[in-house]
């Protein structure tokens, strides 16, 4: 029996980027509404990342459970929450990249907000280490929740005092962030070819997703 892979999210293109590195290990990635006609944007209230993942996971899993017209069919929830965490800010943003100021902010109003708060910061004060934490859970064909596993990913380097022009919709650190390892801008990083992505130059989510794969593939058998 084919078992779906759901990748919990709303945004298409987030859908697009992570499938196509899905895709290097011959699994394809659904969305939701591919099966049903419903949009979730569960509310992530969690103290950590880890929260939030198993939030949206245990969301979609709870309506893939309770729907008829699903039972038969197996399925995987992928569910991801990102962090940046800086060093001279004591951490922040942490978890509350969009709501870093209290409410919820643009792209550019993040950056600006970045580069105003590190003002004055140099050296090792603008270190900087983005994560991500995944979170799977299965649904099997009779609408029985799995238990979770968790992966992570990390990726460290620093914040520029200058944002790059270049912008990325929906991702404001990645004109700031510096990959210290890769010694290249985490937009540039984001938009190299793919046979270059197959090299390991993998940003956090990517090292997350890896060590998801062998995971996954043994919960689909």
Request: with cysteine.
């Amino acid at each position: 029996m084919k078992t779906n892979l759901i990748y919990a999210t709303s945004n298409p293109g987030k859908v697009i980027e992570i499938g196509r590195h899905f895709g290097y290990h011959g699994l394809e990635v659904s969305k939701l509404s591919d099966f049903i006609d419903v949009r979730l944007d569960p509310e992530e209230d969690g103290a950590t990342l880890g929260d939030n993942a198993r939030i949206k996971a245990f969301a979609y899993a709870d309506v893939i459970s309770k729907t008829p017209s699903l039972r038969g069919k197996r399925f995987i929830v992928v569910a991801d929450d990102t962090g940046v965490f800086i060093d001279g800010l004591g951490g922040e943003p942490g978890i509350r990249v969009r709501r870093w100021n209290g409410r919820k902010m643009t792209d550019d109003e993040i950056i600006v907000y970045a580069i105003e708060r590190m003002r004055g910061l140099s050296g090792d004060a603008r270190k900087a280490v983005f994560r991500t934490v995944l979170c799977i859970v299965s649904v099997d064909e009779h609408g029985l929740i799995g238990d979770t596993v968790m992966c992570e990913g990390e990726l460290n380097g620093h914040i520029l005092e200058t944002a790059n022009p270049q912008r990325i919709e929906g991702f404001p650190f990645e004109s700031l962030f510096f990959a210290d390892e890769y010694g290249m801008l985490l937009g540039d990083l984001h938009r190299l070819p793919d046979a270059e992505k197959r090299k390991g130059k993998f940003n956090h989510r990517e090292r997350a997703i890896e060590k998801a794969i062998p995971i996954i593939e043994d919960m689909m058998g």
